[in-house]
């Protein structure tokens, strides 16, 4: 057989070529002579091989860039070669061409179902060599090019998913810390007893709900709304919680102390403005809230209240009526200097006062309308009579998760306070 030398390409510089070395497989070492000269003629560094188990031995020392590899060997042939070839060379990619006198369209397919890259017939035609090499490095070159994208990407991905841990891990932390801020379902407070619904959208979230005590009978609680999501908006309940905290009464923004002896709540009103005054001078903190903060006298059944953008309370008498109390106000840390008018009701024994967050009433429904104070409404008249406290909210809760488009995974943080008269 004879190769026309004279068609040899001009010579390049093979530092910048995909392909370097060649190893050239056949049984005929006149045959293996011709192409080995050919190819070095271009520049190539290449290694011989009498039988497919020399080339594998071959290729444990050093794995070549391209095979060109005779069909019809003794021993090992040249599909059993290139099964072979694939399974040692990992993850690095090379490229197999197989040469045979063969030529109909099975055989082809039978070569390239055995993990051929490419296919020449014999006698071999040093031009189209030289172009089945030049195409095989622009293939070896995108490969290998995707393997190091993929490397780093792999790289990258590992790195984001121990950052992501990292993170989730802190979430937890906080969410715990965050929980522990409500550490009781329920509040009894013997004539009255507030129970609380807190579920966030996301692992912490602004919504916060709370009641405390200060001397006898009587009692403060409350719902806020931060705005925004995630960690801030957690940040900056947690904030409020420690102006509001039960455990810390000289530090409660609510409470004052009076003649050195006891504590007393103050003005509904009063709580607001002074909490507005603390927020809005932090130029650190660019959330605001919505709060509902009232003030029960629980000898009297009176309540005092105060809607700063919270949404309406609902009042629900023990007689089954239902009615929304107040008309709005300014949120909690957008403006410096707020007012906020106080409200007052009186409530009879088996009365209920519930404060809600919007999560409730924004909450998208199947017919792509909000729930709203009406589909609110509904959900409490179906939960009445007979449910009390925190069973009352875990079914109104239950309720609408079935009603809301987005199901468990709502899509806001909900909230609700129950304030229940015993009288």
């Known amino acids: 057989m004879t190769l026309p030398t004279a068609l040899s390409a001009p010579e390049t510089d093979q530092a910048q070529l995909p392909v370097r070395y060649i190893l050239v497989v056949d049984d005929s070492a006149a045959h293996r002579a011709l192409l080995s000269r050919l190819l070095r003629s271009w520049g190539f560094d290449v290694t011989e091989a009498a039988t497919g188990q020399d080339a594998l031995a071959v290729c444990a020392l050093r794995l070549p860039d391209l095979v060109l590899s005779d069909w019809m060997m003794p021993g090992m042939d040249g599909l059993g070669l290139c099964r072979a070839f694939h399974s040692i060379r990992g993850e690095a990619f090379s490229y197999f061409i197989l040469l045979s006198a063969k030529s109909d369209g099975a055989e082809v397919a039978q070569g390239l179902d055995a993990g051929a890259d490419d296919f020449l017939t014999k006698p071999v035609n040093a031009q189209e060599l030289r172009a089945r090499i030049t195409a095989a490095g622009r293939i070896i070159r995108m490969q290998r090019e995707l393997a190091a994208k993929n490397k780093v990407i792999g790289a990258t991905l590992a790195e984001l998913q121990s950052a992501y841990a990292t993170i989730d891990r802190d979430l937890q932390h906080a969410r715990r810390i965050q929980e522990s801020l409500v550490p009781q379902r ?238």
């Open 186 to 423: 329920v509040q009894d407070f013997g004539r009255g007893r507030v129970s609380f619904l807190l579920h966030s959208c996301g692992h912490v979230g602004g919504d916060l709900v709370g009641a405390f005590e200060a001397g006898r009978n009587t009692i403060g609680f409350y719902g806020i709304d931060v705005s925004g999501h995630g960690i801030a908006a957690s940040m900056v309940a947690a904030r409020v919680a420690g102006y509001l905290s039960d455990r810390h009464p000289e530090q409660n923004l609510a409470l004052e102390h009076r003649f050195g002896r006891f504590f007393a709540l103050r003005p509904p009103e009063d709580v607001t403005r002074r909490l507005n005054d603390r927020l809005s001078a932090d130029p650190g903190v660019e959330e605001y809230l919505t709060m509902l903060y009232a003030r029960a006298d629980l000898d009297r059944g009176e309540v005092c209240l105060v809607q700063a953008g919270h949404p309406r309370p609902l009042l629900i008498r023990a007689s089954g009526e239902l009615c929304f109390l107040g008309n709005g106000g300014l949120p909690i840390g957008l403006l410096a200097s707020v007012h906020h008018d106080r409200l007052t009701i009186r409530m009879e024994p088996g009365d209920s006062l519930l404060i809600y967050s919007d999560g409730f009433i924004e909450a998208e429904l199947a017919s792509g309308c909000l729930l709203g104070e009406a589909g609110l409404r509904h959900l409490v008249e179906l939960g009445l009579p007979g449910q009390r406290g925190s069973e009352f909210l875990d079914d109104l809760f239950w309720r609408l998760t079935e009603e809301a488009v987005s199901g468990d995974g709502m899509p806001d943080d909900v909230s609700a306070a129950l304030f229940e008269y015993v009288g």
